[in-house]
């Protein structure tokens, strides 16, 4: 009887992942039809694109960011509380700290081998682009002090209600470590807060059966608003980010994937293709850290003691696909206006953009206002951000899809390493 539940819960599952990918063709082709073929007027942009297709796609957005900060808060201090030892949770986030940042530092050298070799911004017509210079204005990005005081909260209960996801973080494992120290003490609250996760867990499965509907308006809406001719005079650019983001994402993440688990990277990715899907669709890392945590769960039996630590951590500062993003751009830009860069510049721009992606918030386009602090570091004009910035949308989905790829790739190796992953389960066909 048990098995029979079992076997209907895992046939809804694949149900609503194919949902989401119907969703996501079907939006796409939507789009295109409202762009190309139904005339301008109050009907479709103003009612369907950006009254209902608008409203449908952000709700969606704001029930995933509703469930964030709760999950994360609780799902670290599960799992901060049940790994328990502080030396071995200390040995966990050193680890995934270092993963992390080496492979967004490799990264920004392969993007920036990617923009050495395609050249994008060269025999570029300028004319033919709009540089949506007023929108950079407003653009502001943190000193390196600033970001590293800004993991410490001042005020713990202001970073839960703004969402500050790397002080939530800070609050969360030192909450956790200090009841796992407590033990029987504190026995009430941490099962308050255990209990607590169970039902934002529940809540999540809720919202995303809502997914499809989401998905669908989300696609829609953007390619109803961009189309294919804002693509045509920067598809040099395009090309260069995607290739670079296809590297990392299915030659770096999974070679590092064989060479420290010797799981099979193919059965991983078809695993986690559906939850790269998703962060497709919505363009932001911290809508899908239920799904991630849930899917690494339940189809690669990964241990929720590591995941609930690790992607929400990967989430806010593991951003490889936006690091790509910027290291692209720098090439672009310094093609575009005949800037030559030096040795030094290239490192400089490594290491600004590796520093950039920590605490970078996990929401759609934050890349471009980190890019700032780059294209600063080496003295490009920002005015080269409004040129891709008409056509960034489609980009920042394809680089969170990465962006999460990473995490969860970290989470795998750091966890087997840890004795924390079901091989049974991973190896187990869908």
């Given at each position: 009887m048990g098995a029979k539940k079992e076997n209907a819960k895992e046939k809804k599952k694949i149900s609503l992942t194919s949902k989401i990918f119907i969703a996501l063709i079907v939006g796409a082709v939507t789009g295109m039809v409202l762009h190309y073929l139904v005339p301008d007027g109050n009907i479709k942009n103003d009612v369907i694109v950006e009254g209902v297709l608008y409203v449908l796609g952000q709700g969606f957005i704001r029930l995933m960011k509703m469930l964030v900060v709760p999950l994360v808060f609780c799902s670290l201090v599960c799992?901060?509380?049940?790994?328990?030892?502080?030396?071995?949770l200390g040995n966990v986030g050193?680890?995934?700290?270092?993963?992390?940042?080496?492979?967004?530092?490799?990264?920004?050298?392969?993007?920036?081998?990617?923009?050495?070799?395609?050249?994008?911004?060269?025999?570029?017509?300028?004319?033919?682009?709009?540089?949506?210079?007023s929108d950079i204005e407003t653009m502001e990005s943190a000193s390196l002090a600033q970001t590293i005081l800004n993991i410490i909260p001042d005020n713990p209960f202001k970073a839960l209600a703004n969402g500050e996801m790397l002080q939530v973080i800070v609050f969360a494992l030192v909450?956790?470590?200090?009841?796992?120290?407590?033990?029987?003490?504190?026995?009430?609250?941490?099962?308050?807060?255990?209990?607590?996760?169970?039902?934002?867990?529940?809540?999540?499965?809720?919202?995303?059966?809502?997914?499809?509907?989401?998905?669908?308006?989300?696609?829609?809406?953007?390619f109803a608003n961009i189309g294919f001719s804002a693509f045509i005079p920067l598809a040099k650019y395009m090309i260069a980010v995607l290739i670079a983001l296809a590297i990392q994402c299915f030659g770096v993440y999974q070679i590092l994937l064989k060479a420290f688990t010797g799981l099979n990277p193919v059965r991983f990715i078809k695993k986690f293709f559906p939850v790269m899907a998703f962060a497709f669709s919505t363009a932001t890392s911290n809508a899908t850290i239920p799904l991630s945590i849930d899917t690494l769960h339940k189809k690669m039996g990964v241990s929720k003691k590591i995941s609930s630590f690790t992607i929400p951590l990967g989430a806010t500062i593991n951003m490889d696909g936006t690091s790509i993003m910027q290291g692209v751009a720098v090439m672009f830009a310094a093609q575009a206006f005949?800037?030559?860069?030096?040795?030094?510049?290239?490192?400089?721009?490594?290491?600004?953009?590796?520093?950039?992606?920590?605490?970078?918030?996990?929401?759609?386009?934050?890349?471009?206002?980190?890019?700032?602090?780059?294209?600063?570091?080496?003295?490009?004009?920002?005015?080269?951000?409004?040129?891709?910035?008409?056509?960034?949308?489609?980009?920042?989905?394809?680089?969170?899809?990465?962006?999460?790829?990473?995490?969860?790739?970290?989470?795998?190796?750091?966890?087997c390493q840890n004795g924390a992953v079901d091989k049974e389960v991973f190896n187990k066909a869908e």
């Open positions: 799992g901060s509380m049940a790994i328990g030892d502080t030396k071995k050193g680890k995934t700290l270092a993963f992390y940042l080496v492979t967004t530092a490799v990264a920004v050298a392969v993007a920036l081998g990617i923009g050495t070799l395609l050249r994008p911004g060269i025999g570029l017509d300028m004319s033919k682009i709009q540089v949506n210079a909450v956790g470590v200090i009841l796992a120290k407590l033990g029987e003490r504190a026995e009430v609250v941490a099962n308050f807060i255990s209990q607590f996760n169970d039902i934002m867990m529940e809540m999540t499965m809720m919202v995303m059966s809502l997914a499809p509907i989401g998905v669908f308006s989300l696609i829609a809406r953007t005949g800037i030559h860069l030096t040795p030094m510049d290239y490192v400089t721009v490594i290491g600004t953009a590796t520093l950039a992606s920590i605490g970078t918030a996990g929401i759609p386009s934050v890349g471009l206002v980190t890019l700032t602090m780059v294209f600063n570091s080496v003295g490009l004009p920002v005015e080269a951000i409004g040129i891709i910035m008409g056509i960034d949308r489609i980009l920042d989905m394809a680089r969170t899809a990465v962006n999460i790829t990473g995490d969860a790739v970290c989470t795998t190796i750091v966890a």
